[in-house]
């Protein structure tokens, strides 16, 4: 089985930052795109960042230059750095990554549980 964990939500105020982690773990043959979505309550989940297994990098324009995405993968976790942080930033956070189980399995999509952040005085 595979298993996205993420951690790093809470509450901020404003202008702060706060850093969000997911480590993908159990059967991975391959890693391939992972990334970062967001959904406030009865809105669509959107597409926040997303990093590539080489390292190609695609942003939300509304988090262009707050946000940076980055990825180890030795220890198959990406990050998400967040930076002047604004209350329309506040979602539940999910982890999306497409995994390979097995050498003779195919690609498949996965979700993590999801964190919440809160900006807020």
């Known amino acids: 089985q595979v298993q996205l964990t993420e951690s790093g939500g809470g509450l901020v105020q404003p202008g702060e930052s706060l850093t969000l982690s997911c480590t993908a773990s159990?059967?991975?043959?391959?890693?391939?795109?992972m990334g970062w979505y967001r959904q406030i309550p009865g809105k669509q989940r959107e597409m926040v960042a997303t990093?590539?297994?080489?390292?190609?990098?695609n942003y939300a324009t509304s988090v262009k230059g707050r946000f940076t995405i980055s990825r180890d993968h030795a220890k198959n976790t990406i990050y998400l750095q967040m930076s002047s942080l604004k209350s329309e930033d506040t979602a539940v956070y999910y982890c999306?990554?497409?995994?390979?189980?097995?050498?003779?399995?195919?690609?498949?999509?996965?979700w993590g549980q999801g964190s919440q952040v809160t900006v807020s005085f």
């Open positions: 999306n990554a497409d995994i390979v189980p097995t050498a003779r399995g195919s690609e498949t999509n996965f």
């Open positions: 159990g059967n991975i043959f391959k890693l391939y795109t």
């Open positions: 990093i590539t297994d080489t390292g190609e990098i």
